[in-house]
């Protein structure tokens, strides 16, 4: 079992930047993918950012050149850097683990969820 804590999330303004960071539990934690995901009110969940067990990374077009998605696997901790926020990522973020050999990037491929973050971006 893995428990994943999220936490990072606030109020921010357009063009503003946020750090979410999410904790594991497991000390196996470096063979994971990890991704990060959103959900706002009456949306479907999407993925934003996944990074591999080798640091590949992939990116959800609306937030490539603004997110950086990465991990540190001395901490069993995975970061999603977000600048020049818009009022249109607004939304719970959560963040998942994975033991897909390829780049997971469908809700079911990932096992275990952390209980979200509100990010929301408001002036």
């Known amino acids: 079992q893995v428990q994943l804590v999220e936490s990072g999330g606030g109020l921010v303004q357009p063009g503003g930047s946020l750090r979410l960071s999410c904790a594991a539990s497991?000390?196996?934690?470096?063979?994971?993918?990890m991704g990060w995901y959103r959900q706002a009110p009456g949306k479907q969940r999407e993925l934003v950012a996944v990074?591999?067990?080798?640091?590949?990374?992939n990116y959800a077009d609306s937030v490539k050149g603004r997110f950086t998605i990465s991990r540190d696997n001395a901490k069993n901790t995975v970061y999603l850097q977000m600048n020049s926020l818009k009022p249109e990522d607004t939304a719970v973020y959560y963040c998942?683990?994975?033991?897909?050999?390829?780049?997971?990037?469908?809700?079911?491929?990932?096992?275990?969820w952390g209980q979200g973050t509100q990010v929301t971006v408001s002036s």
């Open positions: 998942a683990a994975s033991g897909a050999q390829a780049i997971p990037v469908l809700v079911y491929e990932y096992n275990y």
């Open positions: 497991a000390t196996i934690f470096s063979i994971y993918a």
């Open positions: 990074i591999t067990s080798g640091s590949s990374t």
